[in-house]
């Protein structure tokens, strides 16, 4: 069974920076990891993803402030929050893709943790 641990949450002012962190329990080959967000009233969303050539993939409302990367060797996935803003608050969850067979995929979710931007 995977399992997912975040880190990383809080609270920070307007323009300051967060890292949110996501370990994968076991040595599992982890396909694609991503973090998704979602804020009171709103659907989750995608924040970025990262797969496992390196290849990663943004929302536009998070590029160039957000860097998503991942420590293959200790199978942990991190999001790096720069320039923060007060409609970046949410509930960040790391998504962990590890391929079942054939181009099946099972998606793993972490606990989610809190965001909150505000001064």
């Known amino acids: 069974q995977v399992q997912l641990v975040e880190s990383g949450g809080g609270l920070v002012q307007p323009g300051g920076s967060l890292r949110l962190s996501c370990a994968v329990s076991g040595s599992v080959f982890i396909y694609a990891m991503g973090w998704y967000r979602q804020a009171p009233g709103k659907q989750r969303e995608l924040v970025a993803t990262?797969?496992?050539?390196?290849?990663?993939n943004y929302a536009d409302s998070v590029k160039d402030r957000f860097t998503i990367s991942r420590d293959y060797a200790k199978n942990t996935g991190t999001l790096q929050m720069n320039s923060l803003k007060p409609e970046d608050t949410a509930v960040y969850y790391c998504l962990a893709k590890r391929p079942t067979s054939g181009a099946a995929m099972s998606d793993y979710w972490g606990q989610g943790t809190q965001v909150t931007v505000s001064s």
């Open positions: 990262i797969t496992s050539d390196g290849t990663t």
